[in-house]
């Protein structure tokens, strides 16, 4: 059965520090793993240490001002007693709440941006552990999102390597013998959702382990976390009312100009 392995606290007690600029990443869970992690196994690592050691960090007088650089395409934005909240596409493709741009758990005086290149970064903590332990593992880099028409937010894999993402059942039969047309698990956000529970948001544990997929982990190359990015044009809710609203006005403007 599938299990996030319980008290993940353990591992940092083995050593996951704060993580800064130009950590080795890829020792620093390797000290903390070792004889604790297993061929099958898949580590779920939060961006955010990543984006740390990649030096992710910039100077920010206002967060507002680097969101706007993080981002290709504003989705929708609304203004609120506490401010404007935009959800945008960002460099990486992601659709998500202020480009992905963190200001907590940082110096007060920067921002901390998500990683270049998420599933990249994955592929160098999956090669290097593997490389350092001999195991063959599957990584997944989490970050937290908000839904559509959900409350709350959850953690997703924006990062892959060694791991399938999504597993197609289409042509496939349910239970009851009907053949299935369209259903394809997203897995790695299943995944880093479950690890989350127990990774949580402050309790100072970036890296959990889930057992028990081990057939979703192979050696081979298969597409990482971007392959879950719905492309632009099969997005039926590609911008927000307001901004759909303007788009038409605009449109309507020309046509009339």
């Known amino acids: 059965m599938p299990r996030v392995l319980s008290r993940p606290d353990r591992l940092r007690a083995r050593g996951i520090p704060e993580i800064r600029a130009g950590d080795d990443l890829v020792e620093i869970i390797r000290h903390a793993a070792e004889g604790r992690v297993h061929t099958g196994d898949i580590l779920v690592v939060t961006s955010k240490i990543v984006s740390k050691a990649e030096g992710r960090t910039v100077a920010a007088t206002t967060r507002d001002e680097v969101i706007a650089q993080e981002t290709v395409r504003v989705v929708a934005e609304r203004a609120h007693p506490g401010g404007v909240t935009r959800i945008v596409q960002n460099r990486n493709g992601?659709?998500?709440?202020?480009?992905?741009?963190?200001?907590?758990?940082?110096?007060?005086?920067?921002?901390?941006?998500?990683?270049?290149?998420?599933?990249?970064?994955?592929?160098?903590?999956?090669?290097?552990?593997?490389?350092?332990?001999?195991?063959?593992?599957?990584?997944?880099?989490?970050?937290?999102?908000?839904?559509?028409?959900?409350?709350?937010?959850?953690?997703?894999?924006?990062?892959?390597?060694?791991?399938?993402?999504?597993?197609?059942?289409?042509?496939t039969a349910d239970a009851n013998g009907r053949t299935l047309s369209v259903t394809a698990p997203a897995v790695g956000d299943e995944i880093a959702a479950a690890a989350d529970l127990v990774k949580g948001k402050t309790g100072g544990t970036p890296v959990?382990?889930?057992?028990?997929?081990?057939?979703?982990?192979?050696?081979?190359?298969?597409?990482?976390?971007?392959?879950?990015i719905r492309p632009l044009e099969d997005d039926l809710f590609s911008t927000g009312t307001a901004e759909a609203f303007a788009a038409g006005k605009r449109s309507a403007e020309e046509r009339a100009g």
């Open 94 to 171: 992601l659709v998500m709440a202020a480009a992905g741009v963190d200001a907590s758990n940082v110096d007060d005086d920067v921002v901390l941006l998500l990683p270049e290149d998420p599933d990249a970064s994955a592929l160098r903590l999956r090669n290097g552990v593997r490389d350092m332990l001999g195991i063959e593992v599957g990584v997944i880099v989490s970050d937290t999102f908000g839904r559509p028409w959900r409350l709350g937010q959850t953690d997703v894999a924006i990062g892959a390597a060694g791991v399938a993402v999504m597993v197609d059942l289409a042509g």
């Open 208 to 228: 959990a382990v889930v057992r028990g997929l081990a057939h979703l982990v192979t050696a081979e190359a298969p597409p990482g976390g971007a392959a879950l």
